[in-house]
């Protein structure tokens, strides 16, 4: 696991036992790939700044440094009943759930977006596969 995983993985793990972590990342992943619900990274950007934390979402794209954001913060964005949901997708609960978006989502954008700005398509497919490959190990 490269730098990345390293990274990415050990914030997932100080939260998260193994099987959490794991399913986690797996539905950050299914986030900015549009299969919760959602239509991919650009909406998912989108419905950060709707909710007022635009100017953390534009910070996760540039390349300038991220601005966190609080679990809290992350269920205003996808509200109590989502977190909710995503708390059992992922084994947990919705505290959980908030703590380890709020830590991986920031660090998956900005990974996903080197250039600076939302790509979607064949370029925004292989940087996934890459990140996947690299969180996961395949």
């Known amino acids: 696991m490269g730098l990345l995983g390293s990274i990415v993985a050990g914030a997932a793990g100080q939260m998260l036992g193994g099987g959490n972590k794991a399913n986690l990342i797996n539905m950050v992943l299914g986030m900015v790939q549009g299969q919760q619900g959602g239509g991919g990274l650009g909406a998912l950007v989108q419905q950060f700044t709707q909710a007022g934390f635009g100017q953390q979402a534009q910070s996760w794209v540039s390349t300038g440094a991220n601005l966190p954001i609080s679990p809290d913060d992350m269920t205003k964005v996808f509200g109590q009943g989502q977190m909710q949901q995503f708390g059992q997708q992922m084994g947990g609960n919705s505290q959980e759930?908030?703590?380890?978006?709020?830590?991986?989502?920031?660090?998956?954008?900005?990974?996903?977006?080197?250039q600076g700005n939302v790509t979607e398509g064949s370029q925004f497919d292989g940087l996934l596969g890459?990140?996947?490959s690299r969180l996961l190990g395949g």
Do not use: C, D, R, Y
């Open 130 to 132: 890459v990140l996947k």
């Open 97 to 114: 759930a908030a703590s380890g978006l709020s830590s991986l989502l920031p660090e998956i954008i900005n990974q996903l977006t080197p």
